[in-house]
Antibody, heavy 122, light 107 residues
Framework: EVQLLESGGGLVQPGGSLRLSCAAS????????MSWVRQASGKGLEWVSAITDTGDSTYYMDSVKGRFTISRDNSENTLFLQMNSLRADDTAIYFC???????????????WGQGTLVTVSS | DIQMTQSPSTLSASVGDRVTITCRASQSISSWLAWYQQKPGKAPRLLIYKASNLENGVPSRFSGSGSGTEFTLTISSLQPDDFATYSCQHYSSYFRTFGQGTKVEIK
């Protein structure tokens, strides 16, 4: 059974940092691209960042570019999101998601974690 | 960036109704569109990929159609378990975006 388990969320002050982790199990982690998707309370889903299966290429939404860094450790089956210079509008539940059925440039997400809450507030 | 617009935002329906949700892209995305179902406090669930392909385990009452800029998700006979929020997502580029969601409520 595919499992994705996020951790690392919490309360942080504006300008602070957090590192999210997503532990994967039940599948060959190193052959799947992965993404982070967030959802503010009562709002829609928002794609944040993606990384290829090897980790060679990464992609970010404009508002987090330069502040967030996605990475992965295929030997530990873990996905990461380093979030720096956090702002109030980064407050959301952050989901890690496995990409599948990819086109040449993008993928939908066939498996999701349960999410971890990030709250940015003073 | 490609914008995705869903309609309606909220839909009231009864068990047994046929339900249709529309998703429009701001430019052509070919068939690179997915649909998700999400219930409160839960992660999204993939229903449809590549506009019309049913994900494994998804009931056949769900179907998707469309290409280019206009897409639809249809539930042929609404069941009690289907009351949820449905979102579309394009993946024609790495900078994939979601629609704002359509909440299907009990009438």
């Amino acid at each position: 059974e595919v499992q994705l388990l996020e951790s690392g969320g919490g309360l942080v002050q504006p300008g602070g940092s957090l590192r999210l982790s997503c532990a994967a199990s039940g599948f060959t982690f190193g052959i799947f691209p992965m993404s982070w998707v967030r959802q503010a309370s009562g709002k829609g889903l928002e794609w944040v960042s993606a990384i290829t299966d090897t980790g060679d290429s990464t992609y970010y939404m404009d508002s987090v570019k330069g502040r967030f860094t996605i990475s992965r450790d295929n030997s530990e089956n873990t996905l990461f999101l380093q979030m720096n210079s956090l702002r109030a509008d980064d407050t959301a539940i952050y989901f890690c998601a496995r990409a599948a059925y990819c086109s040449t440039t993008g993928c939908p997400f066939d498996s999701w974690g349960q999410g971890t809450l990030v709250t940015v507030s003073s | 960036d490609i914008q995705m617009t869903q309609s309606p935002s909220t839909l009231s329906a009864s068990v047994g109704d046929r339900v249709t949700i529309t998703c429009r892209a701001s430019q052509s995305i070919s068939s690179w569109l997915a649909w998700y179902q999400q219930k409160p406090g839960k992660a999204p669930r993939l229903l449809i990929y590549k506009a019309s392909n049913l994900e494994n385990g998804v009931p056949s009452r769900f179907s998707g159609s469309g290409s280019g800029t206009e897409f639809t998700l249809t539930i042929s006979s609404l069941q009690p378990d289907d009351f949820a929020t449905y979102s579309c997502q394009h993946y024609s580029s790495y900078f994939r975006t979601f629609g704002q969601g359509t909440k299907v409520e009990i009438k």
